[in-house]
């Protein structure tokens, strides 16, 4: 068996977008972390996850939690995309479209390819 050698990491600027929704929250009759999710594959971003919470709350301070089923309702959805800036700011209007609850944060991340990836 060959062993290979770690290939060298490239680095480049990039844009880190969470967006922080209800799993509750719809979008034209699909759950809106889909869409979304949809919504950026079509768009050509490289990739994007999304996390499912187990507790949260929201400004509202309503708490929903995995643990009391009878308050289980809405759990917290999380998506999370790093891109490069300039397909960032083409994705973000599509967003703000599509977002009517929820939190939208946008960062900047320095990107670490390795390998294939």
Known sequence: MSIKPNSQPTFQPGKR????LGEAHTWQGKPLHQAILERAW??????????RGIEGFGPGHHLSTERLPEIAENLPVV??????????ERFLPLLDEMVAQGMI????????????A
Do not use: H, P, W
Request: without cysteine; charged residues 30%.
């Open 105 to 116: 944060t946008v960062s900047d991340v320095r990107i670490v390819r390795k390998g294939d």
């Open 17 to 20: 977008v969470r967006i922080f």
């Open 79 to 88: 998506i999370e995309i790093v891109e490069q800036a300039e397909q960032v």
């Open 42 to 51: 079509r768009q050509g971003i490289a990739g994007a996850t999304v996390l």
